[in-house]
């Protein structure tokens, strides 16, 4: 079955340092990927998403490209702030019925 | 946005609980998941057009309903102390679209 694997945490980083957060997925035919955030107490916000292979989604910042021939999706961003700090899941869908979701990574930024 | 009621709800071992959704404007189709402390969310089932459309490997006793309004309910009988968990509903634009958007979520503690 489908399946999300993302590298376990916490990724603790100082502020301003390079962020890379590990995501490769299984899936049978071409799923659909996407980040979420949560921030303490909070629920699930998009992060940003590739519909096809060699799609880049970005926002705020952060980047992902959609890697059909290692199956990965790695999440990075250039330089953090401390707002960062929150759980990051990588996860995907496929003819639109459930995400499947990663464990998470939590980061976590330092001033 | 996705609104979700109540925040948060204490229960107990053996009782029955109701939780709420109201999906964005213009969605029609809705998820539920729970996410247990530090987990990824697992899917429980989606609706669409009042119909369920999927589920996930949860048993019987979690059951919902769509509204001609796309509002939604999800209801938990006989609670154990494993229900435990954050509750989010996600909502999206029709059948087989895959980007869902998550609500602030309701905490569920079963003593």
């Known amino acids: 079955g489908n399946s999300v694997t993302q590298m376990e945490g916490p990724v603790t980083l100082s502020e301003e340092a390079f962020l890379t957060i590990n995501c490769t997925y299984t899936?049978?035919?071409?799923?659909?990927l996407f980040w979420y955030v949560q921030y303490p107490g909070e629920g699930l916000q998009l992060l940003l998403k590739?519909?096809?292979?060699?799609d880049k989604g970005s926002n705020k910042g952060f980047e992902a490209t959609y890697r059909k021939e290692t199956t990965s999706f790695h999440l990075e961003k250039g330089s953090v702030q401390v707002s960062d700090s929150a759980v990051y899941f990588c996860?995907?869908?496929?003819?639109?019925?459930?995400?499947?979701f990663g464990k998470g990574t939590t980061l976590s930024v330092s001033s | 946005g996705v609104t979700q009621s109540p925040t948060h709800l204490i229960k107990t071992r053996g009782q029955q609980v109701t939780l709420r959704c109201s999906s964005q404007?213009?969605?029609?189709?809705v998820s539920w998941y729970q996410q247990a402390l530090g987990q990824g969310p697992q899917f429980i089932f989606q609706?669409?057009?009042?119909?369920?459309?999927g589920r996930g490997n949860f048993p019987p006793r979690f059951s919902g309903l769509q509204f001609p309004n796309d509002s939604s309910e999800l209801n938990v009988n006989a609670l154990e102390l494993d229900d435990s968990a954050l509750y989010l509903c996600?909502?999206?634009?029709?059948?087989?679209?895959?980007?869902?958007?998550f609500g602030p979520g309701t905490r569920l503690l079963v003593l």
């Open positions: 996600a909502s999206s634009s029709g059948h087989l679209q895959e980007t869902q958007y």
């Open positions: 899936a049978t035919g071409y799923p659909s």
């Open positions: 590739a519909t096809k292979a060699d």
């Open positions: 996860a995907l869908n496929q003819a639109g019925t459930a995400l499947i």
């Open positions: 404007s213009g969605h029609n189709t």
């Open positions: 609706y669409y057009r009042e119909e369920e459309n």
